[in-house]
């Protein structure tokens, strides 16, 4: 069982900047592909970015390219989200995932889920 617990999330200015953490639980993090997805309130979760088990590899949402970053550091079990240049289009309620697949960008490929973070962008 991994369990993921998300911190970072507030309320921020169009333009400005956050950092999400998410720390982990287990002593087989380096093999789960681990993902953020971003929910507001009546529809479905949608990715935002992953990042291999072993930090290699990255995938990112089109909405997101160029503004954020996600990055892992096994030796503490952690992950991060940069979000830089933010939009309000980005508020939402951002959940760190967790899957044992090599590649994960679809809701169901997850089996592990945090209690999520709230990111609110003001304009």
């Known amino acids: 069982q991994v369990q993921l617990v998300e911190s970072g999330g507030g309320l921020v200015q169009a333009g400005g900047s956050l950092r999400l953490s998410c720390a982990a639980s287990g002593r087989t993090f380096n093999h789960y592909t681990m993902g953020w997805f971003r929910q507001t309130p009546g529809k479905e979760r949608d990715f935002v970015a992953a990042i291999s088990g072993n930090g290699v590899s990255t995938a990112y949402a089109d909405f997101v390219k160029g503004r954020f970053t996600i990055s892992r550091h096994n030796a503490r079990n952690t992950v991060s989200l940069q979000m830089n240049s933010l939009k309000p289009e980005d508020t939402g309620l951002y959940y760190c995932?967790?899957?044992?697949?090599?590649?994960?960008?679809?809701?169901?490929?997850?089996?592990?889920w945090g209690q999520g973070t709230q990111i609110t962008v003001s304009s």
């Open positions: 995932a967790a899957t044992p697949r090599t590649v994960g960008a679809a809701l169901d490929d997850y089996d592990y």
